[in-house]
């Protein structure tokens, strides 16, 4: 039953991320409290720190990913900046959709943050426009790269219960 039940809240982590929430943290959270609250020890305390630290280090490369791709697409490093201080804001304060409101205000955020900060270089509109969408691009990238890192966490913990169980 333990087992089920950690496995139950790694799925309901893992599909937390494509609407932008913290599924990573609540994966290494479940993790850590399995590891520390259950007399039976199925997984690790170790593993639960392990998650917790690729959790951070995903959430640096997603913040990064925007930024890089804005350069990437001809923009400045002002440009850079305005992706990731956008996204950020965007994921915040979100839209108001169910559901997925903050990754699309994540979405929409890196793109606005992006052109604004490159047509305040620039006054032609068709180049900012170019770097605002190499900045969604990534976005996206640092969207699938979380989605990618909490399946691959999935399957550590799952591999990690089989072999002490075994």
Same mark, same amino acid.
Do not use: N
């Given at each position: 039953?333990?087992?089920a039940?950690?496995? *139950?809240?790694?799925?309901? #982590?893992?599909i937390?991320?494509? &609407?932008? *929430? @913290?599924?990573?943290w609540v994966m290494?959270g479940?993790?850590?409290?399995?590891?520390?609250?259950? @007399?039976s020890?199925?997984?690790?305390?170790?593993?639960g720190i392990?998650?917790?630290v690729v959790?951070?280090? !995903?959430?640096?490369?997603?913040? !990064?990913l925007?930024?890089? &791709?804005a350069? /990437?697409? #001809?923009g400045s490093? /002002?440009?850079g900046?305005? !992706?990731?201080?956008g996204? *950020?804001? #965007?994921? &915040?304060?979100?839209? @108001?959709? @169910?559901?997925i409101?903050?990754?699309?205000?994540? &979405?929409v955020?890196?793109?606005?943050?992006?052109f604004?900060?490159?047509?305040?270089? /620039?006054?032609?509109?068709?180049?900012?426009a /170019?770097?605002? =969408? #190499?900045?969604?691009?990534?976005r996206?990238a640092? =969207?699938?790269?979380?989605?990618?890192v909490g399946?691959?966490? *999935?399957?550590?913990?799952?591999?990690s219960?089989v072999?002490? =169980?075994?």
């Amino acid at each position: 039953m333990q087992i089920a039940l950690l496995i *139950l809240v790694l799925l309901a #982590g893992l599909i937390m991320l494509p &609407f932008g *929430l @913290p599924g990573l943290w609540v994966m290494g959270g479940a993790v850590l409290l399995d590891a520390a609250v259950v @007399p039976s020890h199925v997984v690790s305390l170790w593993l639960g720190i392990g998650l917790v630290v690729v959790a951070g280090l !995903a959430e640096l490369v997603e913040l !990064a990913l925007a930024g890089r &791709f804005a350069r /990437r697409y #001809g923009g400045s490093r /002002r440009a850079g900046w305005g !992706a990731m201080i956008g996204s *950020l804001v #965007g994921a &915040f304060v979100g839209i @108001p959709v @169910p559901l997925i409101g903050s990754l699309i205000g994540a &979405f929409v955020g890196a793109f606005a943050g992006a052109f604004v900060a490159e047509i305040s270089q /620039r006054t032609q509109f068709a180049p900012a426009a /170019r770097v605002a =969408t #190499g900045a969604l691009l990534g976005r996206i990238a640092a =969207t699938a790269m979380k989605i990618g890192v909490g399946c691959a966490a *999935l399957a550590w913990v799952v591999l990690s219960i089989v072999l002490r =169980t075994s």
